[in-house]
């Protein structure tokens, strides 16, 4: 399958940069980087919905109601 994208400029030069050091194509890498995406979605996904919002919500529970440290603070 054979389909074009459209990238802003600079997310276009990282992918041939690392592509050149890879010595791959900037298509076989930005091709390599989209399937990995999905991929990730998909795990994603069935650990959503494996878990359930339930799950979630308890685990939320569990969260101490506190401020957080100086570090941390925006």
Do not use: C, N
Not at 27 to 34: D, G, K, P, Q, V
Not at 41 to 62: M, Q
């Amino acid at each position: 399958m054979t389909i074009t994208l459209t990238l802003p400029d600079d997310p276009y030069q990282r992918v041939v940069q690392i592509a050149g050091r890879y010595d791959v194509s900037a298509e076989r890498m930005a091709a390599a980087a989209l399937a990995e995406r999905v991929a990730q979605w998909g795990r994603f996904e069935a650990l959503a919905k494996a878990a359930g919002r339930e799950s979630f919500l308890a685990a939320l529970d569990k969260v101490p109601d506190m401020d957080p440290s100086p570090e941390d603070r925006l």
